[in-house]
């Protein structure tokens, strides 16, 4: 192909036009940068400063000349949630819902935002109708997760397991707090009368099953095997409920002290009162607890008279020393309203007094803790009730973990 000298021409046109677009877009981009208000500036100043309700301040007046900035309106939806305004946040979300000229991106999100808004409100009704609204969309499984996380805040098991079955579908992941809502069901149907026994034994061989499938913790290994033991004992079969006790001494010894007195009583009604003491003072020396201390302590008191328990008492507070065991110590003594026998104690000492002025300071030593939200408890709990968290109370009081 020839050259042509006048194709020179092209070479400053297509210069120029490029020049000419270049300037063209610098000039918009200019002209968009101006026409944004000082107010939206002001903001994300504020934001990177980490002056939340400054920032908010500024991003309304912005809100206020351009409503039709969508990604602003999330981004106050989702400030007012976390400085705890639920109400604001609801309308924000609510209004972006509203406008007919949505992108569906943009619908469902701002469904998502109101679903949350309304969790963190404590409307869990409405909550769940807004989350199973978005179960079909790209947020179905953080939506199933939420709904999850609902209907365990209800104590609606059936439903929670329903809905790990889903989550179950849609992503291959354990779900370890499965196990624990088969012993919740199970729990609850223990306690009902008549006992529906069939049922028991099928919520018990499904927690088996959850436990198999999803990896079971220690805790949870150790609820079922605490479950049959009590099913166990309804049904009279104290061989059993025996073994099922020993097992979680063995295999979970840190849990003694919440089986303790489950396996002094079982190995009484068998009599073999004295075995079962034994067994729990040889479980003492491996792993000693405050709630182990108490079981053995009072057993020995009721089997062997104020002496030997007294003396016991003695040697492990001097091996361990604790103002809860002292504490739980003179609480027996007094329920049996005697004095111990020449074992520590000044002659004429008020046991009362003692024990009155000890419990001032360990009534707030004397409870379990859960290491997530910190809330604190007289009793154990699989479940904390303040976060709603699975497995985080340690069965130790804070006296033994602080």
């Not at 991003?59 to 409503?67: G, S, T």
């Not at 209004?95 to 992108?103: F, G, N």
């Not at 104690?345 to 859960?370: E, N, V, W």
Request: hydrophobic residues 45%; negative net charge; aromatic residues 8%.
């Amino acid at each position: 192909m020839d050259f042509e000298t006048w194709w020179l021409i092209f070479v400053p046109v297509l210069f120029g036009l490029g020049w000419m677009a270049a300037r063209f877009d610098f000039r918009q981009m200019l002209s968009e940068t101006r026409a944004l208000p000082d107010s939206y500036f002001k903001g994300l100043n504020f934001l990177l400063n980490e002056e939340p309700d400054r920032a908010i301040d500024a991003f309304i007046e912005v809100a206020k000349l351009d409503p039709e900035t969508t990604e602003l309106h999330f981004a106050l939806g989702s400030l007012f949630r976390r400085r705890g305004e639920i109400e604001r946040a609801i309308r924000v979300h609510q209004s972006l819902l509203s406008r007919q000229d949505l992108p569906l991106a943009d619908r469902e999100n701002a469904q998502l935002a109101l679903a949350q808004d309304f969790f963190k409100a404590g409307m869990l009704d409405r909550a769940e109708q807004g989350f199973q609204a978005i179960t079909h969309t790209r947020h179905a499984q953080e939506a199933i997760r939420a709904l999850i996380r609902i209907y365990e805040s209800e104590h609606d098991w059936l439903r929670a397991i329903d809905t790990v079955q889903q989550l179950r579908g849609r992503a291959n992941e354990a779900v370890p707090q499965l196990c624990h809502y088969h012993c919740e069901i199970a729990q609850a149907l223990l306690a009902a009368r008549p006992v529906d026994a069939p049922a028991v034994v099928a919520a018990l061989d499904a927690a088996d099953n959850a436990a198999r499938q999803h990896g079971a913790t220690p805790a949870a290994e150790t609820r079922i095997r605490l479950l049959r033991a009590q099913w166990a004992a309804q049904c009279g079969d104290l061989d059993a409920q025996r073994l099922q006790l020993l097992d979680i001494l063995k295999s979970a010894p840190e849990y003694a002290g919440l089986v303790a007195q489950a396996v002094l009583d079982c190995h009484i009604a068998l009599g073999r009162g004295a075995e079962g003491l034994d067994i729990l003072r040889a479980q003492y020396q491996r792993l000693p607890t405050l709630d182990l201390f108490n079981v053995v302590f009072r057993a020995l008191r009721a089997q062997q008279g104020a002496g030997p328990a007294w003396a016991y008492g003695r040697q492990v507070l001097q091996t361990h020393p604790s103002l809860l065991g002292l504490d739980r110590l003179l609480e027996v003594e007094l329920a049996q309203d005697g004095a111990p026998p020449d074992q520590g104690l000044a002659p004429g000492a008020d046991l009362g007094l003692l024990r009155s002025l000890i419990h001032k300071h360990t009534q707030r030593l004397d409870r379990y803790a859960c290491s997530q939200c910190g809330f604190e408890a007289q009793r154990y709990y699989w479940q904390c009730p303040g976060c709603n968290a699975w497995e985080t109370y340690r069965p130790r009081r804070l006296e033994e973990i602080r």
